[in-house]
């Protein structure tokens, strides 16, 4: 059964749902509230279009800019209407001297995939959990399957930090999940809480459709044909061993 919110989504991005959803279960995530606390998140970084880069603030009004942007707050309102023009120039100032970025990382780092991976010390870190080199070549940020291990790995790296006891195949509802997975993709505890830019509640919005598409979806969550091919799979096994035992016997 598809949902309402389903059936708005493009072609695109029900196969990227698909290649989060089943990498999610390939790495033992099989909590269906897990998974669309995380789908949700996504929904508000890229929409799930990891190609989706961090986009011009050029149109963004500049007081909505300094609600999200502290090292604005400094600008004067001729300054900030100057920068936001030129999209390299505004991101290399924003992210200068923070997750890890130098004067002139901040364009080349911003953010990227399924949850928009920012800065040149994400990007290393999950290099080394991924095993792609995201730092000489963070463009690769914008393939789905890479986005989605770099999505997967990103969650598991943060939720050790600040949530170390959440066992993520044991939430209860998406409300929990969402907000565990919003504050490991804004970088802190209660973050949640405090949203400023209109995420938080763009994500709660969906995460119950996004629930019930997963819950709904045998291909993805393991059924179906997957499930068709363990039982055959599993019936041959049984003969053979059975085949063994009165091999034995004769």
Partial sequence: METTYGNKLTTLQKNNIKIIVDKLIAKGITNKFAQAGILAVVSKESNYNPAATETSYATTKNERIRAIFRKTRTLSEAALTALKQNKKSFFDFIYDGIIGNGPTDGFLFRGRGYNQLTGRANYANISKLIGVDLVKNPHLMENPSIAADALIAYFAHRLKIIYPKVDV??????????????????????????????????AKNVVEDLYNIVNNNKTATGGGFFFLIVTILAVANRKKIANYFNQQKA
């Fill in 169 to 202: 195949n044991n939430f209860k509802n998406f409300n929990d999940s969402l907000n565990v997975y919003y504050d490991a993709n804004a970088g802190s505890p209660g973050k949640h809480l405090k949203d400023v830019t209109g995420g938080y509640l763009k």
